[in-house]
C-alpha cells in the first residue's frame, strides 16, 4: 500500500525535481531520517512519504531508516546524539516529544533541550481494534466484559499514544485490563486478528487496511472528530468519555542547534511540498489530515503538547517506570 501511495505522488515529484540553486549548500549529500517506530506504522509512511518529496526537491536521497524500541526511545535517543549537521534527522512526534518524557524514568534525551523542531505536518486518531468475530461491537460490550472477568482481557501496547488511551478507558470505567508491551504496531495488529491479545488502540495509516478488508473491527477513534476514511467509527466521546481528545502528531526534527541555514532549506523546502494538493491527497487517503506549522511555530508547540500529554497521563493514573 505504501509503494501505491507514494507512486500518486509521480507528478508531483515532476514539479519538484528541480535541484536547489546553487547557493544553497545543504545539502550536499545523502539525508537520514530516522524513524522510531518500526516499518509499517503510520509515522513510517508518513516519513516515507515525505522523503519522496524532499529527495525530489533537494537533489539528494532522503532515506528513511527505521530504529524501533522501547516506545520509540531507542530512536529518539540515537537521532538526539547524532551531528547537528543536517544529515541525520528524526520523525517524532506525541510518542517521542510529548508522552515517553513522562512515562519513563530512565529515558535519556530531553524533547525540548536535545532537539531542533522543524516542522509539523499531520495529526490522526488511533482505532481501537478487535478480532471481526469477537463478541465485542462497542466499548460498551468490552467494559462490560472487563467487569464480568477482572484482569483477563488484554491489550497491545505498541506506543505511548496506545498506552494512555488504554489505561484512560481502564481508569474512568473502573477496570482491569492487563497490558501486554509490543515494540511495533504491526506485531500488536497481528495478534489482535490471531486473537492472542483482546484489543489495541493502532493509529488509522496503520490499521485502515485491516479494517477495510474485514480482518479486525474498529470499535472508536480515539479524536475529537471521526475519520473520513472510517464514517461509521465513532468517536471516544460519542462512546460517553466526556472531552476525550487524544489525537496524535507528527513532525520532523533535527538533534539540537541545527544551523540556520539547514533550518531554512526544511522549513522552506517542507512547506512546499505540504502546499502540494498531491501531498494532501495522499496523506488523507492514508487517514492522516495534513496540518502544518513551520519552524518558528513548533518551539512553542513541542512545549505546549509535552504539558497536554502529561495531563493525560496523570488523569490516566499512569506511574512511570
Request: proline share 6%; charged share 20%; net charge neutral.
Amino acid at each position: 500500500m505504501v509503494r501505491r501511495l507514494i507512486a500518486l505522488l509521480g507528478f508531483a515529484v515532476c514539479a519538484w525535481s528541480q535541484i536547489a540553486s546553487a547557493q544553497d549548500s545543504y545539502p550536499s549529500r545523502n539525508v537520514t531520517i530516522i524513524v522510531p517506530l518500526a516499518a509499517g506504522s503510520g509515522t513510517d509512511i508518513m516519513a516515507r512519504v515525505l522523503a519522496t518529496g524532499l529527495s525530489a526537491k533537494l537533489g539528494k536521497s532522503f532515506t528513511v531508516e527505521n530504529r524501533p524500541g522501547a516506545n520509540a526511545i531507542t530512536g529518539a535517543e540515537y537521532a538526539a546524539r547524532q551531528p547537528n549537521d543536517g544529515y541525520t534527522l528524526m520523525f517524532g512526534g506525541n510518542g517521542t516529544h510529548s508522552a515517553n518524557p513522562h512515562l519513563s524514568k530512565s529515558i535519556k534525551y530531553d524533547p525540548i533541550k536535545d532537539f531542533t523542531p522543524i516542522a509539523r505536518l499531520a495529526t490522526a486518531g488511533a482505532v481501537l481494534l478487535v478480532l471481526p468475530d469477537s463478541p465485542y461491537k462497542s466499548v460498551a460490550d468490552l467494559i462490560a466484559a472487563a467487569k464480568a472477568n477482572p484482569g483477563k482481557l488484554t491489550y497491545g501496547a505498541p506506543n505511548a499514544g496506545s498506552q494512555i488511551a488504554s489505561e484512560t478507558i481502564k481508569k474512568v470505567m473502573g477496570v482491569d485490563i492487563t497490558r501486554v508491551p509490543y515494540r511495533a504496531t504491526p506485531q500488536a495488529m497481528t495478534d489482535v486478528i490471531a486473537g492472542t491479545i483482546t484489543m489495541t488502540f493502532v493509529d488509522v495509516a496503520a490499521a485502515l487496511s485491516n479494517v477495510t478488508s474485514g480482518k479486525a473491527r474498529a470499535l472508536v477513534i480515539s479524536s475529537a472528530k471521526r475519520s473520513a476514511l472510517l464514517p461509521d467509527v465513532p468517536t471516544m466521546q460519542e462512546a460517553g468519555f466526556k472531552d476525550f481528545d487524544l489525537s496524535y502528531w507528527t513532525g520532523l526534527f533535527g538533534p539540537a542547534n541545527l544551523p540556520k541555514d539547514v533550518i531554512a532549506t526544511l522549513d522552506r523546502t517542507t512547506a512546499e511540498i505540504m502546499n502540494e494538493t498531491a501531498m494532501q491527497d495522499t496523506l488523507r487517503a492514508l487517514g492522516l489530515e495534513p496540518s502544518y506549522l513551520r519552524a518558528s511555530e513548533m518551539p512553542a508547540y513541542v512545549k505546549t503538547e509535552l504539558d497536554r500529554w502529561g495531563g493525560f497521563v496523570r488523569d490516566a493514573g499512569i506511574e512511570p517506570n
